[in-house]
C-alpha cells in the first residue's frame, strides 16, 4: 500500500509576504468593499463611492513606500524548481521593474478615477459597478509587473482586461455595446493565441516559472525547437494586442471614442503599461535565449506600429465629431511603436538594464501627459463627441485649461517647453544607436517629425481666433447647474463660463503639475534609466 502522508508537512506551508503584495491587495480589497457599500449607500450619497475609490488608490501607491528600498522582496515561491536561481522560483517579486509599472498602473488608475467623478454624474452612470471595475482592473494591472510565472501573468493580464469590457459598455448610447464588442472580441482573440503559445512554450520547457522557462528552452531537444519558437511567437502576439501594436491595432479609435472618456484615457495608459510589463517580463527573461529573434520580431513591430499610428492621424479630420479622441487614439498607437524601441533594443542587449528603463521611463512621461490631454478633452467637450476644431479660440475662453492641452501637446511631440517628453524620446532614440540599430533610430526620427504636424496644428486651434458660433460641444458644467450651456447643441462661445468641477480642476492641476516639475528636473523619472530592474 502506498503511503500518501508527505514527510514534512510544513514544508507544504509558506508564509506569505502581506507588505510585497499590498500594492494589488489594497485595490482588490476595495474593489470588494466598494461593490457592498453600494449596496446599503442612499443614492444621494453615491458620491462617496468615488472619493472612496480614489482613497484607496491613493493608499496602494503609499504601499510602494516600504517596498523601494533593500533588496526584491518574493512570496508564492516553488521549491526545487529546476533552473532557478534566487527569486526565480516565485510567483510574485515585488523588484524596481514591478514597482515603476505598479506606480504607473495605480498612478495612472488614480488620475482616471478622479477624471471620472465628474463623468459618472453627468453620463448617469451606475457608481458602484463604475468603481468596482476600475478598482478591479486596477488590481490586475498592478499585479502583472509583479507577476513572474506564464499563469499568473495570464490571470494578471485577464483581471485587468475583463473589467475594462465592461467599463466601455456602461456608456448607453449604443456606442458604447459597439465599442466594447470590438474590443472584446479582438481581445478574446488575442489572448486564445497566447494561451495556445504558451501551451506550446510549457510543453517544450517543462515549467511556468519565467526563468525556469528559460532554461527549459535552452536546453530543450531539437525535436521540440520548433514548437517552442512558434510558442515564443503566438505569446508575443498575444501581449502585442494588449499594447495596441500594428497589426493588432484596429480596435483602438472605435473602442476610444465609444468609451466614456476616462476610461479611453485609463485603457490608453493603464491598460497598454500592463501588456508593455507583460511583453517586458516574457522576452526578457522567458524568451532569454531566443534574444535576437524577437529582437528582430519587435524592432519590426515598433517601426511598423509608429508609423501607422502617425499616418492614422495624419488622415483624421479636425472637424468631424469624436476627431479630438481618434487623434489621441491614434497617437497612442505612435506612441506604442516608441515604447516597444526600448524592448527590441534589449533583444541586442540582453545584458544590460538600460533599454528596458527607457521603456519604464517612457511610460511614466506618456502616462501623465496623454491622461491629462484627456483630461482637458473631458473638460472642454461634452461625452467624447468634440472635435478638434472645437478647441478653436479656448485660450480666449480658459486659459488656464488652453495653456495645460498646449503644454500636453508639446510634451509629446517632444518640444521645448516640453522638457521631459523631449528627454523621453532622446532616451529610447539613445536605446536603439546603442543597440545599434541604426535603421530604427532613423524611422523613429521620421516619425518624430511627422508626429509634429497634428500636434502643432491643435496647439495652433488653441489660439486661433474664435468662430462666431461655435460647435455644437459645449463645455463641461457643474453637476445640477442650469444654463445655455447645459443644453446640447449650445454654443461652447456663447454666455459666461462656468467653472471646472473639482474633480477636473484636480485632474488638470495634478497632471499638468507633474509635467511641468519633470520638465523643469528631468533627472527625477530620468532615474529609472540606471535603476536595476531586475
Given at each position: 500500500m502506498t503511503s500518501l502522508?508527505?514527510?514534512?508537512?510544513?514544508?507544504?506551508?509558506?508564509?506569505?509576504?502581506?507588505?510585497?503584495?499590498?500594492?494589488?491587495?489594497?485595490?482588490a480589497l476595495a474593489a470588494l468593499a466598494v461593490l457592498v457599500t453600494d449596496l446599503f449607500l442612499p443614492a444621494r450619497h453615491k458620491r462617496w463611492l468615488g472619493r472612496l475609490t480614489a482613497a484607496a488608490l491613493a493608499l496602494a501607491i503609499v504601499s510602494l513606500l516600504p517596498l523601494t528600498g533593500g533588496s526584491p522582496r518574493a512570496t508564492f515561491c516553488a521549491q526545487n524548481v529546476t533552473g532557478a536561481t534566487d527569486n526565480a522560483g516565485c510567483s510574485y517579486v515585488a523588484d524596481h521593474f514591478a514597482l515603476v509599472f505598479q506606480l504607473l498602473a495605480l498612478g495612472g488608475a488614480l488620475i482616471a478615477a478622479l477624471l471620472s467623478a465628474h463623468t459618472v454624474e453627468r453620463e448617469e452612470l451606475p457608481g458602484g459597478e463604475y468603481w468596482f471595475l476600475l478598482l478591479s482592473s486596477a488590481t490586475g494591472a498592478a499585479l502583472l509587473p509583479a507577476s513572474r510565472d506564464l499563469a499568473t501573468l495570464v490571470i494578471a493580464l485577464e483581471v485587468a482586461s475583463l473589467p475594462a469590457f465592461a467599463l466601455v459598455a456602461l456608456r448607453r448610447d449604443g456606442r458604447g455595446a459597439e465599442?466594447?464588442?470590438?474590443?472584446?472580441?479582438?481581445?478574446?482573440?488575442?489572448?486564445?493565441?497566447?494561451?495556445?503559445?504558451?501551451g506550446f512554450v510549457y510543453a517544450a520547457s517543462g515549467s511556468l516559472h519565467l526563468g525556469a522557462v528559460a532554461t527549459g528552452l535552452e536546453h530543450a531537444p531539437a525535436q521540440l525547437k520548433p514548437l517552442a519558437e512558434a510558442g515564443a511567437v503566438l505569446t508575443l502576439a498575444g501581449f502585442a494586442f494588449k499594447v495596441a501594436a500594428v497589426p493588432?491595432?484596429?480596435?483602438?479609435?472605435?473602442?476610444?471614442?465609444?468609451?466614456?472618456?476616462?476610461?479611453?484615457?485609463?485603457?490608453?495608459?493603464?491598460?497598454?503599461?500592463?501588456?508593455?510589463?507583460?511583453?517586458?517580463?516574457?522576452?526578457?527573461?522567458?524568451?532569454?535565449?531566443?534574444?535576437?529573434?524577437?529582437?528582430?520580431?519587435?524592432?519590426?513591430?515598433?517601426?511598423?506600429?509608429?508609423?501607422?499610428?502617425?499616418?492614422?492621424?495624419?488622415?483624421?479630420?479636425?472637424?468631424?465629431?469624436?476627431?479630438?479622441?481618434?487623434?489621441?487614439?491614434?497617437?497612442?498607437?505612435?506612441?506604442?511603436?516608441?515604447?516597444l524601441v526600448p524592448l527590441a533594443a534589449a533583444g541586442y542587449a540582453p545584458t544590460t538594464t538600460d533599454p528596458l528603463g527607457a521603456t519604464a521611463a517612457y511610460a511614466l512621461i506618456y502616462g501623465?501627459?496623454?491622461?491629462?490631454?484627456?483630461?482637458?478633452?473631458?473638460?472642454?467637450?461634452?461625452?467624447?463627441?468634440?472635435?478638434?476644431?472645437?478647441?478653436?479660440?479656448?485660450?480666449a475662453r480658459r486659459r488656464w485649461t488652453a495653456l495645460a492641452l498646449a503644454f500636453f501637446l508639446l510634451c509629446l511631440a517632444g518640444l521645448p517647453p516640453g522638457v521631459i517628453g523631449l528627454f523621453g524620446k532622446v532616451v529610447v532614440f539613445r536605446a536603439a544607436v546603442d543597440a545599434g540599430l541604426g535603421w530604427l533610430a532613423v524611422v523613429m526620427a521620421v516619425n518624430v517629425v511627422v508626429a509634429l504636424y497634428y500636434y502643432l496644428r491643435w496647439t495652433a486651434v488653441l489660439f486661433a481666433p474664435a468662430p462666431e458660433t461655435a460647435p455644437a460641444a459645449?463645455?463641461?458644467?457643474?453637476?445640477?447647474?442650469e444654463g445655455e450651456g447645459d443644453r446640447p447643441g449650445a454654443a461652447a462661445g456663447t454666455?459666461?463660463?462656468?467653472?471646472?468641477?473639482?474633480?477636473?480642476?484636480?485632474?488638470?492641476?495634478?497632471t499638468a503639475s507633474v509635467a511641468v516639475v519633470l520638465s523643469a528636473a528631468p533627472q527625477l523619472v530620468l532615474q529609472v534609466v540606471g535603476g536595476s530592474l531586475f
Open positions: 502522508a508527505v514527510a514534512n508537512p510544513g514544508s507544504l506551508i509558506q508564509s506569505v509576504d502581506w507588505v510585497a503584495i499590498a500594492p494589488p491587495l489594497i485595490a465599442a466594447a464588442l470590438k474590443f472584446f472580441l479582438s481581445s478574446v482573440t488575442a489572448t486564445a493565441v497566447m494561451l495556445l503559445g504558451i493588432f491595432h484596429f480596435w483602438v479609435p472605435d473602442t476610444y471614442t465609444g468609451a466614456p472618456l476616462p476610461v479611453a484615457g485609463y485603457l490608453s495608459v493603464v491598460g497598454k503599461a500592463a501588456g508593455l510589463a507583460g511583453l517586458a517580463l516574457v522576452t526578457t527573461i522567458a524568451f532569454r535565449p531566443y534574444a535576437h529573434t524577437w529582437g528582430l520580431v519587435l524592432a519590426v513591430l515598433a517601426a511598423v506600429t509608429m508609423t501607422v499610428g502617425n499616418a492614422g492621424a495624419l488622415r483624421q479630420r479636425f472637424d468631424t465629431r469624436y476627431s479630438a479622441v481618434r487623434l489621441l487614439a491614434w497617437s497612442s498607437v505612435g506612441q506604442a511603436g516608441y515604447l501623465v501627459v496623454n491622461l491629462g490631454a484627456f483630461g482637458v478633452v473631458a473638460a472642454v467637450g461634452r461625452r467624447s463627441e468634440a472635435g478638434v476644431d472645437d478647441f478653436r479660440g479656448l485660450f459645449a463645455p463641461v458644467t457643474v453637476p445640477g447647474a454666455g459666461p463660463e462656468r467653472r471646472l468641477p473639482v474633480s477636473l480642476t484636480a485632474t488638470l492641476g495634478l
